[in-house]
């Protein structure tokens, strides 16, 4: 058994003399993990940095082995980011939920997509794809059963002046009929109704609350682990950055 596809490295733990066993996030494969001979050493290490896009190349016995990982870098993400705080703490958490939300070996081909893009615009500054960030936390909650509905007001059913969403139900509420209740509510930023808005820091934090609440409920407390700490430091920094932390 063996595939070679382009991935996005997860995460990587030294194993014995020098290598490393190193997570994947693949289209087709899905999350999946390889054990990668001189993955510690000097000469690899900078290949197997969380982040990184990777021609990846996988081999084993069974289908259902660990496997030989082997790699050459395309895209040296975690380097290019090491001058970024924002983008550094973006990318570990990115990378951390993916690794431990997304089922070992399901493919989800949408949020590897819209990670590697996530990743590809990097570069470019870490407040330029806040809200694309955003907005693939909301795609994975979706990937993984707990999608948001914000198509329309889950009390009065408008498609527009939507507010708020039930923490729940996930469903989007409407300024008029959140008014009550706008305390009990999560706060909906625009940037997740309208794809062309980059939003602001206001906004990402409120964005970061909503899908984090759902995260820490759903995608993670179902199975009684913790949210990431990578995702907590990402947060934390923008929250300071609105003023709010």
Request: glycine share 12%; hydrophobic share 50%; with cysteine.
């Amino acid at each position: 058994m063996d595939w070679s596809a382009p991935a996005v490295v997860l995460d990587v733990r030294p194993y014995g003399e020098g290598a490393a066993i190193v997570s994947l996030l693949t289209e087709e494969h899905g999350r999946h993990a390889g054990l990668a001979k001189g993955g510690a050493s000097r000469a690899q290490a900078g290949i197997w940095l969380p982040g990184n896009l990777v021609e990846a190349h996988w081999v084993g016995r069974l289908a259902d082995q660990l496997g030989a990982l082997s790699g050459e870098l395309v895209h040296a993400a975690a380097a290019l980011a090491m001058d970024d705080p924002l983008a550094l703490a973006l990318l570990s958490s990115a990378c951390a939920i993916a690794a431990d939300a997304l089922p070992e070996r399901e493919p989800h081909p949408r949020a590897f997509h819209a990670l590697v893009s996530l990743i590809g615009h990097l570069a470019g500054g870490a407040e330029g794809v806040m809200a694309d960030y955003v907005r693939w936390e909301t795609l994975v909650l979706g990937e993984l059963g707990y999608g948001l509905d914000l198509s329309a007001c889950a009390v009065t059913g408008a498609g527009e002046g939507l507010t708020h969403v039930s923490p729940r139900t996930g469903r989007a509420v409407c300024a008029e009929a959140a008014a009550p209740y706008a305390g009990r509510l999560l706060a909906l930023p625009a940037f997740l109704l309208h794809e062309d808005d980059p939003g602001d820091q206001a906004a990402w934090d409120a964005g970061l609350r909503l899908t984090g609440h759902f995260l820490e409920r759903d995608a993670f407390g179902a199975r009684h682990r913790p949210v990431p700490e990578a995702r907590h430091r990402l947060a934390d920094r923008v929250a300071a950055l609105a003023g709010q932390g």
